[in-house]
């Protein structure tokens, strides 16, 4: 059985910040595709790398997708 999810990377926003942000200081979630949610299977478990929250932060402040669970806050 599948279930939608909020993406956590994006928070359900279906955008993230550009980071370059020439053209547009957005643009589409790389993880949701900006649909603001995933599906998931309905017994995945969170992600234990990344709490849940679908990113991690590196040594140098930015965030990144969790390689974990890709983004999607759940794994299976």
């Not at 994006?10 to 949701?32: A, F, I, Y």
């Not at 679908?54 to 990144?64: N, P, R, V």
Request: hydrophobic residues 20%; charged residues 20%; glycine residues 14%.
């Amino acid at each position: 059985m599948i279930m939608e999810k909020r993406c956590p990377y994006c928070k359900g926003q279906g955008t993230v910040p550009d980071p370059n942000g020439v053209l547009s200081p957005k643009m589409p979630c790389p993880v949701c595709q900006g649909r603001g949610h995933n599906l998931v299977p309905r017994d995945a478990e969170h992600c234990g790398f990344c709490r849940a929250n679908g990113k991690i932060e590196t040594y140098d402040g930015q965030s990144k997708v969790c390689p974990d669970c890709g983004g999607m806050g759940y794994r299976w």
